[in-house]
């Protein structure tokens, strides 16, 4: 049985329904964001060990979506291949240069919000009046799960102010950091959220 008929009929059972066919690209797309989940709950930590075999029973799928998503995170330097003994998390980076990305994106992220502000359809801007309301339910939760699922949330929204912006570079760039300073967060100030809601509201205001 192939990848997208397990899943789609392990959803079907949870459903009630029967999910459409999911592409290989829609597989690894679906592995990347539950890997990126583990990574900002900790359930993986910085300096483990990760192992394609282990991961592909786990998530119930082949090895072949697993290597894609692993490749996308490599790329963002999320994760670290290591010859002949697969991949590991690399370790947490240090403060000096969580400042440094910090500064890149005080470069970047107002560029990308003053394009949005000029460029952002209606139906953007309602996506991100969604994705507001989904951090508020999360704002007042305590501990790594919680701040982990706000981290998700949080970085959804500022792609989405960075895709409304048309400058696909920004937008890479800018997905590259997030993670990073998050998972910096998740281990020093998971208070930060307060201050990051009010942010939000200023920018889907402008």
Same mark, same amino acid.
């Given at each position: 049985?192939?990848?997208?008929?397990?899943?789609?009929?392990?959803?079907?059972?949870?459903?009630?329904?029967?999910?459409? =066919? #999911? @592409?290989?690209? *829609?597989?690894?797309? &679906?592995?990347?964001?539950? /890997?990126?989940?583990? $990574?900002?709950?900790?359930?993986?930590?910085?300096?483990?060990?990760?192992?394609?075999?282990?991961?592909?029973?786990?998530?119930?799928?082949?090895?072949?979506?697993?290597?894609?998503?692993?490749?996308?995170?490599?790329?963002?330097?999320?994760?670290?291949?290591?010859?002949?003994?697969?991949?590991?998390?690399?370790?947490?980076?240090?403060?000096?240069?969580?400042?440094?990305?910090?500064?890149?994106?005080?470069?970047?992220?107002?560029?990308?919000? =003053? #394009? @949005?502000?000029? *460029?952002?359809?209606? &139906?953007?801007?309602?996506? /991100?009046?969604?994705? $507001?309301?989904?951090?508020?339910?999360?704002?007042?939760?305590?501990?790594?799960?919680?701040?982990?699922?706000?981290?998700?949330?949080?970085?959804?929204?500022?792609?989405?102010?960075?895709?409304?912006?048309?400058?696909?570079?920004?937008?890479?760039?800018?997905?590259?950091?997030?993670?990073?300073?998050?998972?910096?967060?998740?281990?020093?100030?998971?208070?930060?959220?307060?201050?990051?809601?009010?942010?939000?509201?200023?920018?889907?205001?402008?």
């Amino acid at each position: 049985m192939d990848d997208e008929v397990m899943i789609t009929r392990r959803r079907g059972v949870m459903t009630g329904g029967t999910p459409p =066919r #999911r @592409s290989r690209g *829609r597989l690894a797309d &679906e592995v990347y964001d539950t /890997l990126l989940g583990q $990574l900002m709950s900790l359930r993986i930590e910085p300096g483990s060990r990760v192992t394609i075999d282990v991961l592909a029973r786990e998530l119930g799928v082949s090895q072949t979506p697993i290597r894609d998503a692993l490749n996308r995170m490599e790329a963002e330097g999320l994760v670290v291949r290591v010859p002949h003994a697969g991949y590991r998390i690399p370790p947490q980076i240090t403060r000096q240069r969580f400042e440094d990305m910090l500064e890149l994106r005080l470069l970047l992220e107002p560029a990308a919000a =003053r #394009r @949005s502000a000029e *460029r952002a359809s209606a &139906e953007q801007v309602a996506g /991100l009046r969604r994705m $507001l309301e989904e951090m508020a339910e999360l704002e007042g939760g305590n501990g790594i799960m919680a701040y982990g699922a706000f981290g998700l949330r949080d970085a959804a929204f500022h792609d989405l102010v960075a895709l409304s912006a048309e400058n696909q570079v920004i937008r890479e760039a800018l997905a590259r950091l997030h993670t990073h300073v998050h998972l910096f967060r998740l281990l020093h100030d998971t208070q930060v959220t307060h201050l990051a809601m009010a942010e939000h509201e200023a920018i889907l205001a402008a």
